[in-house]
DNA sequence: ACAATAACTTACTTTATGTAAGTAAGTATA
DNA sequence: TATACTTACTTACATAAAGTAAGTTATTGT
């Protein structure tokens, strides 16, 4: 009986649930933030944000855009690919908001 | 700009998060499971299977009924709460279908 | 020149997961 | 009667992932 689930299935499940993935994804589904930005209102550390945001776009469901400013800006945001998980984003909260306490 | 993300949320997204939480709770989609079979579908040592059932136990999105046959059978099935988690699931399907290689 | 900020990276510690063997209860087999 | 087998776990130990804190590079403000 092994491995019955569908290979793309389980692979958008492996994205998920890298921790902090998801919360990351939420976040820039609110516009392009950056490094900081992210770092703080998601909680994640600096070390685990950096690895996950290159995966993500290895992934092309981020992308990466440096605005030679000064000082300088890098803003990350969501690819078409990262859009459209917005409707599974807004399943999961109003699965939240229905089951569980606040 | 500390913890702009709905507890709610995070608090569902913690628990999909969590390594197999989430091809776990699909499996048990199909219907009512045992142990062994899950561990084997969905390819998770018993070790972490043990563990991620009795977390979801305590969530009340998992039952666990004994069946006092010969040789005993416990299964595991999804209660209200773990059954409305489908919408969720059949979006992140979409997703799959739309966005990954096969 | 000195402190500050953004965006990381590196080194080190703690936690989570994988692997494999072991346990308990009951059944079937030799 | 003793041995082996099955399910559903648990335990001990090794490896991988994540947290913490300090360091790096580039540039700006004082």
Chains 1, 2 share one sequence.
Do not use: H
């Amino acid at each position: 009986m092994d491995k019955s689930i569908c290979p793309r299935f389980e692979k958008a499940m492996g994205l998920l649930s890298q921790r902090w993935t998801g919360l990351i994804l939420y976040q820039l589904l609110s516009g392009p933030q950056r490094f900081c930005t992210i770092e703080s209102s998601v909680g994640v550390s600096g070390r685990v944000l950096s690895e996950r945001l290159k995966d993500l776009e290895n992934e092309a469901i981020v992308k990466r855009e440096v605005y030679p400013e000064t000082p300088v800006r890098i803003e990350y945001s969501l690819t078409d690919k990262g859009l459209a998980l917005e409707p599974l984003m807004k399943e999961i909260e109003k699965w939240s908001q229905n089951w569980l306490e606040a």
